[in-house]
């Protein structure tokens, strides 16, 4: 068989990630650099170091904004807390939370004040659960991973639900659920699927291709929870080997050897350009047939936040 790549679509930004990144640079059009940022506005070290070259600085909490000045809280979301701190130093503040990650906050909202315990799928530090669980702080218990799903113990007498993270293994998670219902029969559903759209496409697309491929390149950051499971996903489906890569110069001319079908995706977060400089590198290598795989076809568009769609309209950009 010849040397052939098989693209997964879609990959790359979703609407929330494109919502987020568009954010930060409308910000800069209107007020100026410097704009601060807290904690990366997406998990992807290229789009990072570009806005740092713009004029942002990333920031880890809101006491390091000089007091007046505007930031904007990542995709992932932040807790009441953090509004409350920005409110206390005077910031202006933008808020690009995906419109996903807004939706799991309101549920932990709507359950903590019908006092139900909210089992949260998640990652522990990771800073989507932070901010989700600190909307109702002593009420949202974090399971992460099957181990937790085993061993977690409620509060006695206590109403359940579980509600997730919006960027995990659909495959894991439904693990996750299995086990909590076998010991929890009464525990409730959320009232919608709280995995991202997005990230069940991607893992898709990766299901499709991964028996095909003996080797599976995903491009995103470590950091980025969605791109660290298509890696897991791609493996459990059949590739011998995956691998993640910020950069295309990250890949090693010694995972090609005895391949002759290659899988490539990107995570949520990795803009088009760096899948184009794999490909670059893998057609140098004589992969240069590419065949699309497509999973299912993405339309959703998300508004920008609605206190700078007013600010632009006023300045009329």
């Known amino acids: 068989m010849a040397k052939r790549v098989l693209l997964a679509a879609p990959r790359g930004y979703c609407a929330g990630v494109d919502r987020a990144v568009i954010t930060v640079e409308k910000s ?24 740092e070259a713009r004029g942002v600085i990333f920031v880890n909490e809101t006491d390091e904004v000089p007091e007046g000045s505007t ?8 807790s009441p807390a953090v509004h409350e701190q920005a ?29 139900t315990e909210i089992l949260l799928i998640g990652h522990n530090g990771h800073e989507e659960v932070e901010g989700t669980a600190g909307e109702a702080p002593g ?46 029969p009464e525990i409730a559903n959320p009232p919608s699927d709280d995995i991202c759209y997005a990230t069940q496409n991607r893992q898709e697309a990766i299901k499709q291709i991964a028996p095909q491929a003996e080797l599976v ?42 391949v002759e079908t290659i899988g490539v995706t990107s995570g949520a977060s990795v803009p088009e350009i760096l899948v184009r400089d794999l490909l670059a590198w893998l057609a140098e290598r004589g992969f240069g047939s590419v065949e699309e795989v497509t999973a299912t076809q993405e339309t959703l568009l998300f508004a920008l936040p609605p206190e700078l769609r007013k600010e632009l309209k006023t300045a009329g950009k």
């Not at 409110?87 to 006092?115: G, Y």
């Open 28 to 51: 800069l059009e209107l007020y100026g650099a410097p704009i601060y940022v807290r904690k990366e506005i997406v998990h992807n070290k290229h789009v990072v170091s570009t806005l």
């Open 71 to 78: 930031v904007v809280f990542s995709a992932h979301g932040v």
């Open 87 to 115: 409110a206390a130093r005077n910031l202006k503040t933008i808020d690009a939370t995906c419109p996903l990650v807004t939706k799991v906050h309101n549920e932990v909202k709507r359950f903590a004040d019908d006092e």
């Open 139 to 184: 009420k949202v218990r974090i399971v992460d991973g099957l181990d937790e799903a085993r061993t977690i113990v409620p509060t006695p007498g206590k109403k359940l639900v579980w509600l997730t993270q919006t960027t995990l293994s659909v495959d894991e998670t439904m693990q996750s659920v299995a086990i909590l219902k076998e010991r929890f």
């Open 217 to 258: 390149i995903v491009v995103g950051s470590t950091n980025s929870s969605n791109s660290v499971r298509l890696v897991e996903v791609a493996k459990e489906y059949g590739a011998a080997n995956a691998y993640l890569i910020d950069f295309a110069e990250e890949a090693d001319d010694a995972w090609l050897n005895g």
